[in-house]
């Protein structure tokens, strides 16, 4: 193991924030060996976001064995430092009920604590949790803020859910311009979603001109993504074209998307 003899005396003389730097680019190129061998010691030092990333790995199984019960420790450690990614990575834990009683409330206290940081999957998360109201109790008004602040950071679900909001008149006046505005930010940015939703749009002309062909491009686009919502709008959509127009939305498809206006 002399290779970490030799890591550990190039790292000595380097900042933690270096260090970190140097295992997340390690941690990049699947070369988990070396990010842990830089994490273990900051962690157990005091860096909460190296804890983190340590529970991450547990977490998920990345160079180490999956172990459900080490993540929640080290996520844990994380998060009682104030360390917003390892607060989002716990409340993650909790809402699944990996390694740790499953607690929805608690979940959704974490997200706030980790969305009040400013992280912005925390604020996707928080936001979709207040407008379902499955799990804790709705506020729309909450949802619509904590989706603002996800989509200023460039989250493309918060963005969806902001057009789903205008579409369905949820806390603000319905506006299928914004709606459609909303969700073309996220089809760019390459939300599965809002891809299926702005296609549904360009196909019924709601809030954007009709468009039977860029109809057809962003429902084939969503449909690739993963997207449930593109299969209700894909035989219509495509039985508005001609068999020409079908081979362009087609080729469209499989183009680069345009860099998103930021």
């Known amino acids: 193991m002399r290779w970490l003899d030799r890591l550990a005396h190039k790292l000595a003389r380097t900042s933690v924030a270096d260090q970190l730097a140097v295992a ?3 941690a990049k190129r699947s070369d988990y060996a070396t990010a842990l061998a830089i994490w273990e010691p900051l962690a157990r030092s005091g860096s909460a976001r190296a804890q983190n990333n340590i529970g991450a790995c547990f977490a998920e199984g990345l160079g180490v064995e999956r172990d459900a019960n080490l993540a929640f420790r080290w996520l844990a450690l994380a998060a009682e430092a104030g360390d917003p ?3 989002r990575n716990l409340a993650s834990l909790c809402f699944r009920g990996d390694g740790v009683e499953q607690n929805y409330r608690r979940a959704a206290e974490l997200y706030r604590a980790a969305a009040e940081q400013g992280d912005g999957p925390a604020q996707d998360m928080l ?3 207040l407008l379902e ?3 804790i109790e709705p506020d729309i008004a909450e949802a619509r803020r904590w989706a603002l602040a996800a989509a200023k950071q460039g989250i493309a679900s918060a963005m969806t859910r902001l057009g789903m909001l205008y579409h369905n008149a949820l806390g603000v006046s319905r506006d299928p311009a ?3 505005r909303w969700w073309r930010k996220a089809a760019l940015r390459g939300d599965a979603d809002g891809q299926a939703l702005l296609g549904a749009a360009c ?3 709601a809030g954007v001109p009709a468009d039977a062909v860029e109809a057809y491009v962003w429902l084939l686009r969503a449909q690739v993504g993963g ?3 593109a299969g209700r709008y894909m035989d219509a959509a495509r039985a508005a074209l001609t ?3 079908i081979a362009k939305a087609e080729r469209h498809a499989t183009s680069p998307l345009e860099e998103p206006a930021p």
């Open 24 to 26: 997340i680019d390690a």
């Open 85 to 87: 990614v390892g607060l």
């Open 127 to 129: 936001s979709w949790m």
């Open 133 to 135: 109201g499955e799990v």
């Open 178 to 180: 914004e709606a459609v």
């Open 203 to 205: 196909h019924l002309g």
């Open 227 to 229: 997207s449930v919502l």
């Open 243 to 245: 068999v020409d127009e």
